[in-house]
């Protein structure tokens, strides 16, 4: 198939794709859990803190402190499940890993672009960009981290730039 200079530029740039994803997803995936833990451990702490504190906090000029810690505990305790952080977390560790699956078989069908067939490379090719679409409507669902997908971007370029995909 090594008549077909569009279709591998069109399966490397899936490779390239779908290694982004993956790390996105992935990095987004951890980024999250560290917040939402984050966000879990603070409610509890600034929740005991304002109650056993109360003598300490209640000296003049200093109660502003608990006050506000207080107040920012409940607001962080109230948007924890509007946010639901939990639903976000698990569709970005689905998808990282479905983005690796995916990174897998494109890997694949580029290892065989040059000996398989034409018919073959675009079935293939087909099917993966179907699944790919599914995700993309996965992904939807995520508010974007415009900088963490430049810096994945980045990461990918670097990594694959002694790899040739023309």
Known sequence: MGGNPEMRQL???SVLGADLNHR???????????????A??????M?????TGWAVWGTPGLSWIWQSASALAAVVAVAQPILDPTKSIKT???LASAWFSMLRDYEFLWARVDTASEK???EQCQKLMTEE????????TLTTRRQLARRCEEEVRRSRSTETGG
């Open 24 to 38: 996105y997803y992935t990095e987004l995936a951890d980024r999250l859990q560290y917040w939402d833990r984050g």
């Open 40 to 45: 879990k451990i603070f409610v509890a702490i």
């Open 92 to 94: 970005a560790s689905q």
């Open 120 to 122: 073959e490379v675009r």
């Open 133 to 140: 679409k599914r995700l993309a409507e996965q992904g939807a």
């Open 47 to 51: 929740s005991s803190a304002a109650v």
């Open 11 to 13: 399966i490397w740039d």
